[in-house]
């Protein structure tokens, strides 16, 4: 896996948009990097968009989501409204991009987050959620978020601590560093399962005794079987006899509501024949008077209907004659109105022939007047174009004054042009177009010019800068040479002093290992070593020499100091080395721009007057630009007369239209001052229409209405001549036999009523009967007992079951009780059988792995974990150096690993010993190791190593940079360094720098 780019936007405090594309130049150029910057500048927020791009955690917060960004104010630039962190990657399956972004709605409330990842050789995204997409980045990259964070992010620092801790200390950060606490809490799960299961085993043994304790024995349960059984057949009896009673008690009841119902019925026939008295009185005369009139019912009301029908003929004719009254009056005035709209006396039959002839005058006039307005319009238009550059407005109330107004602006504009003329020194042949084209040349030319003369002017300034510069710099250059020589030679001899009392150290402690050895030398005996047979220091050895220690740091201090000196004088004269170079360069091309500069401008501004100043070439333009504007001022004052002398006819021939117009408005206004001559004769002609017809209409209803009450009036006369015949003596006339007749509906009702009170008669009648004959044979069958003796027996009887009921019940309760915990005992029986099974296993375990602590089977594994991660680590320590291995410490050992010094024939010393250029390679390696363990199968391309080097030396620093040279050589990986160490930062030239401003932001720039 292998990062191809990092894009980000507004990410902490790097606001605005930014990209480190490892696929160009410089990166492709030099694979080793630092990211620079001081304390708080971001360099960690670009490690941040990585694992946030890929899978949406950061390491120093955990898991991002909106209420995480809202309540910490991590990832979103502060006062920014979105946010967004992209990497682009190469794995082993292609190309792809993982993307992380959030914003704000257009109320300013944040989003949730988006995340999502483009397939780059099907030039698409992938379609997933995006709580899917860190499982398809780790899918696609072969690592989970912490084995990427332990892959790619280098932590060396940890490691130097790792090195030199005890063995506790060891674990605790082994365990940190890699993540294997998992094996300490299956150690605690292993006891606590174990605990758990003998617990259940024993709880499960506790209920065993308490049931045997509710057991019922043998004998009492054959007792309370036996009792169970006689009180359940004695309660069987006491049932029936119960049954028995509360039918004898509901056969009371039957003869009781039979003698109720008796009696209710002879009331109801009682109150059924009074009903029927009082019906007889109120209604019987009406009826029996309506009966005799009955068989011509139809006759007489159809009498009575069509009196109703002439009366309201006669009142309707009344009506229309009062109508048509009103008709004649209507039409009279109408006449009058229109007589006076057309302004003349009129007749009916010549009325809308009169209207219509008016009608057409009138839109005449009115046409004439519309094409004298239409007229006058496009004379107006005609003028307003011609005087639309003179900024002229025409007074349409009084013409004259406009016209006098247009003489005084002719003459205005003659004058301007004479004095123009005079000005310009123009003739009238002469073409203002060619004179103008002319000047515009020239001045164009000379605008050139001056640009011209101002970078020559320039270019001589430059020049003469970089030429005193370069005195300066030669000044400055000739003592750094001697300077740098004997920096140089100061360096040369304290390394070699430094070396000579590190040799003298060695053999100090050479010559302390060997004490056992000298213990076992004679006088005489050749030494297996050397071969000398005197051996002075057999016994005693001479006291070792303590000051020699503070000699080396003392020297290590000057050498550093020398060194430093020595690097600043180099580096001085390679800077002022390489400013002067640029400066010749610069002054070569300015000098050769200047030639082409001087000889252009001569030939190229031969025909223009010759300046020698850059105020005098601006003059020239000014007096030029003055000559041009004076020529359109001229060409303007013409095009002006040209107008006024096009627009003056214009005005004349629009002061004639006006009157002619105003006389035609004059003549309508006389005949017509109304709005629509069409609309308002119309309105006259529908009037008049109207009330005709409305008097023909009237004229025909009266008619109608006539003939129909002759019609009506004959047919009444023959109807009463056969009512009288018909109608019974009793009946004075035709009117009383129709007050005889009742309503038929009302009629229908009242022999309905009657029906319905002499069938309730009958009912009850045949109820009564039917009632008494039931009511005998229910006496048949009755008890001798009264029904309260029965109720009191029942009352006991119920008693007593009662008492049998719960009885039973307990009795069955009991018997099920001791069948249940007889389920239960076998049941618990057979659980613990089961789970003394599985509890062996657990047992097992936790005698291997087990404790309360997981301390065991921790120390186990991170054992494992340590052995793999230092064979690991020496194979990466013999690419970066052939003289040391790792090993863990043997029991005699000190608790700190230890480094196998190789060059010292496999000599084992504590790491504690190690210079910190030793130890920083040792500590790489186990890093580089743990990125090898994380990422198992899987290359990884891309590494970021952290900070770690602000203690080193300038030697170890040299020599720990030549190591991470040589090792993304060998290896071809992108390798980060983050540092702010100055002389590092020197020493890498590809970087990205962090800076921060005053506003709390920081800016980034890729060098």
Same mark, same amino acid.
């Given at each position: 896996?292998?990062?191809?780019?990092?894009?980000?936007?507004?990410?902490?405090?790097?606001?605005?948009?930014?990209?480190?594309?490892?696929?160009?130049?410089?990166?492709?150029?030099?694979?080793?990097?630092?990211?620079?910057?001081?304390?708080?500048?971001?360099?960690?927020?670009?490690?941040?968009?990585?694992?946030?791009?890929?899978?949406?955690?950061?390491?120093?917060?955990?898991?991002?989501?909106?209420?995480?960004?809202?309540?910490?104010?991590?990832?979103?630039?502060?006062?920014?409204?979105?946010?967004?962190?992209?990497?682009?990657?190469?794995?082993?399956?292609?190309?792809?991009?993982?993307?992380?972004?959030?914003?704000?709605?257009?109320?300013?409330? %944040?989003?949730?987050?988006?995340?999502?990842?483009?397939?780059?050789?099907?030039?698409?995204?992938?379609?997933?959620?995006?709580?899917?997409?860190?499982?398809?980045?780790?899918?696609?990259?072969?690592?989970?978020?912490?084995?990427?964070?332990?892959?790619?992010?280098?932590?060396?620092?940890?490691?130097?601590?790792?090195?030199?801790?005890?063995?506790?200390?060891?674990?605790?950060?082994?365990?940190?560093?890699?993540?294997?606490?998992?094996?300490?809490?299956?150690?605690?799960?292993?006891?606590?399962?174990?605990?758990?299961?003998?617990?259940?085993?024993?709880?499960?043994?506790?209920?065993?005794?308490?049931?045997?304790?509710?057991?019922?024995?043998?004998?009492?349960?054959?007792?309370?079987?036996?009792?169970?059984?006689?009180?359940?057949?004695?309660?069987?009896?006491?049932?029936?006899?119960?049954?028995?009673?509360?039918?004898?008690?509901?056969?009371?009841?039957?003869?009781?509501?039979?003698?109720?119902?008796?009696?209710?019925?002879?009331?109801?026939?009682?109150?059924?024949?009074?009903?029927?008295?009082?019906?007889?009185?109120?209604?019987?005369?009406?009826?029996?008077?309506?009966?005799?009139?009955?068989?011509?019912?139809?006759?007489?009301?159809?009498?009575?209907?069509?009196?109703?029908?002439?009366?309201?003929?006669?009142?309707?004719?009344?009506?229309?004659?009062?109508?048509?009254?009103?008709?004649?009056?209507?039409?009279?005035?109408?006449?009058?109105?229109?007589?006076?709209?057309?302004?003349?006396?009129?007749?009916?039959?010549?009325?809308?022939?009169?209207?219509?002839?008016?009608?057409?005058?009138?839109?005449?006039?009115?046409?004439?007047?519309?094409?004298?307005?239409?007229?006058?319009?496009?004379?107006?238009?005609?003028?307003?174009?011609?005087?639309?550059?003179?900024?002229?407005?025409?007074?349409?109330?009084?013409?004259?004054?406009?016209?006098?107004?247009?003489?005084?602006?002719?003459?205005?504009?003659?004058?301007?042009?004479?004095?123009?003329?005079?000005?310009?020194?123009?003739?009238?042949?002469?073409?203002?177009?060619?004179?103008?084209?002319?000047?515009?040349?020239?001045?164009?030319?000379?605008?050139?010019?001056?640009?011209?003369?101002?970078?020559?002017?320039?270019?001589?300034?430059?020049?003469?800068?970089?030429?005193?510069?370069?005195?300066?710099?030669?000044?400055?250059?000739?003592?750094?040479?001697?300077?740098?020589?004997?920096?140089?030679?100061?360096?040369?001899?304290?390394?070699?002093?430094?070396?000579?009392?590190?040799?003298?150290?060695?053999?100090?402690?050479?010559?302390?290992?060997?004490?056992?050895?000298?213990?076992?030398?004679?006088?005489?005996?050749?030494?297996?070593?050397?071969?000398?047979?005197?051996?002075?220091?057999?016994?005693?050895?001479?006291?070792?020499?303590?000051?020699?220690?503070?000699?080396?740091?003392?020297?290590?201090?000057?050498?550093?100091?020398?060194?430093?000196?020595?690097?600043?004088?180099?580096?001085?004269?390679?800077?002022?080395?390489?400013?002067?170079?640029?400066?010749?360069?610069?002054?070569?091309?300015?000098?050769?721009?200047?030639?082409?500069?001087?000889?252009?401008?001569?030939?190229?501004?031969?025909?223009?007057?010759?300046?020698?100043?850059?105020?005098?070439?601006?003059?020239?333009?000014?007096?030029?630009?003055?000559?041009?504007?004076?020529?359109?001022?001229?060409?303007?004052?013409?095009?002006?007369?040209?107008?006024?002398?096009?627009?003056?006819?214009?005005?004349?021939?629009?002061?004639?239209?006006?009157?002619?117009?105003?006389?035609?408005?004059?003549?309508?206004?006389?005949?017509?001052?109304?709005?629509?001559?069409?609309?308002?004769?119309?309105?006259?002609?529908?009037?008049?229409?109207?009330?005709?017809?409305?008097?023909?209409? %009237?004229?025909?209803?009266?008619?109608?209405?006539?003939?129909?009450?002759?019609?009506?009036?004959?047919?009444?006369?023959?109807?009463?001549?056969?009512?009288?015949?018909?109608?019974?003596?009793?009946?004075?006339?035709?009117?009383?036999?129709?007050?005889? %007749?009742?309503?038929?509906?009302?009629?229908?009702?009242?022999?309905?009523?009657?029906?319905?009170?002499?069938?309730?008669?009958?009912?009850?009648?045949?109820?009564?009967?039917?009632?008494?004959?039931?009511?005998?044979?229910?006496?048949?069958?009755?008890?001798?007992?009264?029904?309260?003796?029965?109720?009191?027996?029942?009352?006991?009887?119920?008693?007593?079951?009662?008492?049998?009921?719960?009885?039973?019940?307990?009795?069955?309760?009991?018997?099920?009780?001791?069948?249940?915990?007889?389920?239960?005992?076998?049941?618990?029986?057979?659980?613990?059988?089961?789970?003394?099974?599985?509890?062996?296993?657990?047992?097992?375990?936790?005698?291997?792995?087990?404790?309360?602590?997981?301390?065991?089977?921790?120390?186990?594994?991170?054992?494992?974990?340590?052995?793999?991660?230092?064979?690991?680590?020496?194979?990466?320590?013999?690419?970066?150096?052939?003289?040391?291995?790792?090993?863990?410490?043997?029991?005699?050992?000190?608790?700190?690993?230890?480094?196998?010094?190789?060059?010292?024939?496999?000599?084992?010393?504590?790491?504690?010993?190690?210079?910190?250029?030793?130890?920083?390679?040792?500590?790489?390696?186990?890093?580089?190791?743990?990125?090898?363990?994380?990422?198992?199968?899987?290359?990884?391309?891309?590494?970021?190593?952290?900070?770690?080097?602000?203690?080193?030396?300038?030697?170890?620093?040299?020599?720990?940079?030549?190591?991470?040279?040589?090792?993304?050589?060998?290896?071809?990986?992108?390798?980060?360094?983050?540092?702010?160490?100055?002389?590092?930062?020197?020493?890498?030239?590809?970087?990205?720098?962090?800076?921060?401003?005053?506003?709390?932001?920081?800016?980034?720039?890729?060098?």
């Amino acid at each position: 896996m292998k990062i191809l780019k990092i894009e980000f936007e507004n990410i902490n405090s790097l606001k605005g948009s930014h990209e480190i594309d490892f696929t160009k130049d410089p990166f492709t150029t030099n694979s080793l990097f630092a990211i620079t910057g001081p304390t708080g500048s971001g360099k960690s927020s670009i490690l941040d968009v990585i694992s946030l791009a890929l899978f949406n955690q950061v390491p120093r917060l955990g898991k991002i989501t909106k209420n995480e960004i809202l309540a910490k104010g991590a990832i979103l630039t502060r006062n920014q409204k979105h946010a967004l962190a992209r990497v682009t990657y190469q794995s082993k399956d292609g190309v792809y991009s993982s993307q992380w972004s959030i914003s704000t709605n257009r109320n300013d409330k %944040l989003r949730d987050y988006e995340m999502e990842i483009t397939d780059h050789q099907a030039d698409a995204l992938i379609d997933l959620k995006k709580s899917d997409v860190p499982a398809k980045n780790e899918e696609l990259i072969g690592l989970n978020y912490d084995q990427f964070i332990k892959a790619v992010l280098l932590a060396q620092g940890e490691f130097a601590q790792f090195l030199k801790a005890k063995k506790e200390e060891r674990g605790e950060l082994l365990e940190k560093i890699t993540g294997t606490g998992i094996y300490r809490q299956l150690g605690i799960k292993a006891f606590e399962k174990n605990k758990l299961a003998n617990q259940e085993i024993q709880q499960q043994q506790n209920e065993i005794r308490i049931i045997e304790g509710k057991l019922i024995e043998e004998d009492d349960l054959k007792r309370l079987n036996n009792s169970f059984q006689e009180k359940t057949g004695e309660d069987s009896k006491l049932q029936k006899e119960i049954d028995s009673l509360k039918k004898a008690i509901e056969l009371k009841k039957n003869i009781n509501d039979q003698n109720n119902a008796i009696s209710r019925l002879t009331k109801e026939k009682a109150e059924a024949s009074s009903k029927l008295e009082t019906f007889e009185k109120e209604h019987g005369a009406p009826l029996k008077a309506h009966e005799k009139v009955q068989d011509f019912s139809e006759d007489l009301r159809t009498w009575e209907q069509w009196g109703k029908e002439i009366a309201n003929l006669k009142l309707e004719n009344s009506r229309l004659e009062k109508s048509l009254q009103e008709n004649t009056s209507k039409k009279l005035e109408l006449k009058k109105e229109i007589s006076v709209f057309i302004k003349q006396q009129i007749e009916d039959d010549s009325l809308e022939e009169e209207l219509d002839n008016f009608r057409k005058q009138v839109e005449k006039l009115k046409r004439l007047k519309d094409e004298k307005g239409n007229e006058y319009a496009v004379k107006r238009s005609e003028f307003n174009a011609e005087v639309k550059d003179l900024n002229f407005t025409l007074n349409e109330k009084e013409p004259q004054q406009s016209l006098k107004e247009l003489e005084a602006i002719r003459s205005e504009v003659s004058k301007d042009l004479s004095e123009l003329a005079a000005q310009l020194q123009f003739k009238e042949a002469d073409d203002t177009g060619e004179k103008k084209e002319e000047f515009q040349r020239r001045l164009k030319l000379t605008r050139e010019a001056t640009r011209d003369f101002a970078e020559i002017e320039k270019n001589s300034r430059e020049l003469k800068a970089f030429q005193d510069e370069v005195g300066k710099l030669n000044s400055q250059l000739n003592g750094l040479p001697e300077k740098i020589e004997s920096s140089e030679k100061r360096v040369g001899h304290l390394k070699t002093q430094l070396e000579l009392l590190n040799a003298r150290k060695k053999i100090q402690l050479l010559e302390a290992s060997l004490e056992e050895h000298r213990h076992q030398l004679k006088d005489g005996e050749p030494c297996p070593l050397c071969g000398a047979e005197h051996h002075p220091y057999a016994t005693d050895l001479p006291e070792m020499d303590n000051s020699l220690d503070v000699e080396i740091n003392n020297a290590e201090k000057d050498l550093e100091s020398s060194r430093e000196i020595w690097n600043t004088h180099k580096l001085k004269f390679k800077n002022l080395k390489e400013r002067q170079d640029e400066l010749e360069e610069n002054i070569k091309k300015t000098e050769k721009i200047l030639k082409e500069l001087n000889s252009g401008f001569s030939e190229k501004y031969s025909g223009l007057d010759s300046h020698t100043t850059q105020e005098a070439w601006q003059n020239a333009c000014e007096v030029l630009e003055l000559k041009t504007g004076k020529i359109s001022d001229f060409e303007d004052q013409q095009k002006r007369l040209r107008s006024v002398t096009s627009a003056i006819p214009i005005l004349n021939d629009l002061k004639v239209i006006l009157k002619e117009g105003k006389e035609l408005k004059n003549r309508l206004l006389e005949l017509y001052k109304g709005n629509d001559i069409q609309r308002e004769t119309q309105q006259f002609q529908n009037s008049w229409i109207r009330i005709g017809e409305e008097h023909k209409n %009237l004229l025909s209803r009266q008619k109608e209405i006539r003939t129909d009450l002759d019609t009506k009036q004959s047919r009444l006369s023959n109807l009463e001549k056969d009512l009288k015949a018909k109608i019974p003596n009793d009946y004075q006339d035709i009117a009383s036999a129709f007050q005889a %007749l009742i309503p038929e509906q009302e009629c229908n009702r009242l022999r309905s009523q009657r029906q319905q009170i002499q069938k309730n008669i009958d009912d009850s009648q045949a109820s009564l009967k039917l009632l008494k004959e039931q009511l005998e044979n229910l006496k048949k069958l009755d008890s001798e007992k009264q029904r309260d003796l029965l109720e009191t027996e029942l009352k006991n009887q119920v008693e007593r079951s009662e008492a049998l009921n719960a009885e039973c019940r307990e009795l069955e309760r009991l018997l099920k009780n001791n069948d249940d915990n007889l389920n239960r005992l076998k049941e618990l029986r057979n659980e613990i059988a089961g789970k003394e099974k599985e509890t062996k296993r657990w047992r097992l375990l936790n005698e291997l792995i087990g404790d309360s602590k997981g301390k065991g089977f921790n120390d186990f594994a991170q054992d494992l974990t340590l052995s793999r991660l230092i064979k690991l680590a020496n194979v990466r320590l013999q690419d970066l150096s052939d003289r040391y291995l790792i090993a863990k410490p043997e029991e005699e050992e000190d608790d700190g690993l230890v480094a196998i010094d190789e060059h010292m024939g496999g000599q084992r010393r504590s790491v504690k010993t190690l210079s910190g250029g030793e130890t920083f390679i040792l500590s790489l390696s186990m890093a580089l190791a743990l990125s090898d363990l994380a990422s198992k199968n899987v290359e990884i391309n891309s590494l970021f190593i952290d900070e770690g080097f602000g203690t080193l030396d300038p030697e170890t620093l040299d020599q720990t940079l030549d190591t991470l040279e040589r090792l993304q050589a060998e290896s071809s990986k992108t390798i980060g360094v983050i540092s702010h160490v100055d002389s590092l930062k020197e020493r890498i030239s590809t970087q990205v720098k962090l800076s921060r401003n005053g506003q709390g932001y920081s800016s980034l720039m890729i060098t």
